[in-house]
């Protein structure tokens, strides 16, 4: 099996960055077409720039050490949550998301990426490591189940006007 090495993004990683988030999106607009618009690309070269040099930002990528390709990327984001009378003060290290390249799923590239976010999450102190899963997603929520992420809360809807 070829090795994967997972190391922090740069602006030279956004083309194989951008393939994954549309893929990503792809199949949010395809579950949920009443939600999302369809995006190409889902995220432009500013933004990722944007994302690069922001403080509180973390960007990383998995690749595939012989071909040079990006096989799998996640972003997350520190936040501090301070002084809100409802909430108790803490720091959570917030997953925007992970995504591995379909043909390279099933290498334990996903776990390992998840082990470098938890390993940030220490070493910022951070008191809980959060994201959130659409419910169609259940290859995902199984994954975060296997590797010890719990439930804490569901966002229901009730569809009023249904598209046809």
Known sequence: MNEVSIRRAESRDYPGVSALMD????MHVEARPDIYRPLQPRMSQQEFEDLLSAED???YVAEATEQG???GYASAQFNKIQNVELLMDRDVLFINEIIIDPKYRGRNIGQKMMAVLVELGKELQADHLELTVASFNQGAQEFYEKLGLVVRSSR?????????
């Open 23 to 26: 893929e990503l999106h792809r």
């Open 57 to 59: 930002r973390y960007l």
């Open 69 to 71: 390709e990006i096989c």
């Open 156 to 164: 229901m809807e009730y569809i009023l006007n249904k598209l046809n």
